[in-house]
């Protein structure tokens, strides 16, 4: 059998439990959970290529997605505070916490700045060393 590689992607939504994390697959009956974020992402990946072994289609990372929630996202990321956020990306501290507690939901245009900036502040934490003198 020829395996090709699966042109569509798997859409898991991310959500915080009392012991961990869960996720499920939007369109296949596939869920999974994981202690960590990085154990629930590697047991996704591996769950997303059980449900499809049978098949001629061979999933790659490439192929997950995964979602959260704007209020899960921040309960779960607690050290990124939701006013520097919007000083940061200049919206208003107090829209973006409406989102963040689900009172409104954000227009595409505004989840894409919300993600640029905090995909801008990973970035730079990752470029930097913490010292002690």
């Known amino acids: 059998m020829i395996m ?11 959500e915080k439990t009392e012991t ?3 996720a499920y697959a939007v369109g296949y009956p596939i869920f999974t959970t994981g202690k960590t974020i990085s154990g629930l992402l590697d047991n996704a990946f591996e769950a997303a290529g059980f449900y499809f072994e049978e ?21 779960y990321y607690r050290v ?26 954000p227009s595409d245009n505004q989840r894409d700045k919300i993600l640029v900036g905090i995909h801008q502040i990973g970035q730079e934490l990752s470029e930097i060393n913490l010292i002690q003198r």
């Open 20 to 22: 961990g994390f869960s």
């Open 80 to 105: 990124l505070n939701s006013k520097f956020l919007a000083e940061r990306i200049g919206m208003n501290p107090t829209l973006l916490s409406q989102y963040v507690q689900g009172r409104k939901k």
């Open 4 to 14: 090709s590689t699966m042109k569509k992607k798997v859409v898991f939504i991310l």
């Open 55 to 75: 098949t001629d289609i061979k999933v790659t990372r490439a192929n997950i997605k995964f979602e959260v929630d704007f209020e899960q996202f921040f309960k």
